[in-house]
């Protein structure tokens, strides 16, 4: 992480965004610093995440335990989606007989469901 935002900056940047609801996230463990000399930073992501709990929270009156399962959902999709690029990747290193007999194969499977 280059530099990354600290807590008074990310205050700045997320409207509805107080001290004691930053660190509540932090406490749900939704949100994590690094730990860096300069102090807590947030990379551009946890500004992000942020914003989307203040705003499920506030337009939306999500509790707590909905933001806890919410953004492991998105965790979750966020890391599925890692390893399919991860897949579509290997798959395109493949010679073309192999990526036409898989194109055929997920066409087949994408009929029967």
């Known amino acids: ?12 940047k997320v409207a509805s965004l107080t001290a004691e609801r930053l660190s509540y996230f932090e406490r749900l463990r939704i949100v994590t610093p690094v730990s860096t000399p300069q102090g807590l930073r947030y990379r551009t992501l946890d500004v992000r995440r942020i914003t989307l709990l203040c705003e499920l929270t506030d337009d939306f009156e999500v509790n707590e335990d909905a933001l806890v ?3 492991s959902l998105l965790d979750q999709l966020h890391g599925a989606q890692i390893k399919l690029d991860q897949v579509v990747q290997a798959i395109s290193a493949e010679p073309s007989e192999t990526r036409v007999r ?3 194969r997920l066409q087949e499977a994408d ?3």
């Open 102 to 104: 898989l194109s055929q």
């Open 1 to 12: 992480m280059t530099n990354g935002y600290g807590p008074e900056q990310v205050i700045e």
């Open 69 to 71: 399962i919410i953004m």
């Open 111 to 113: 009929g029967a469901g």
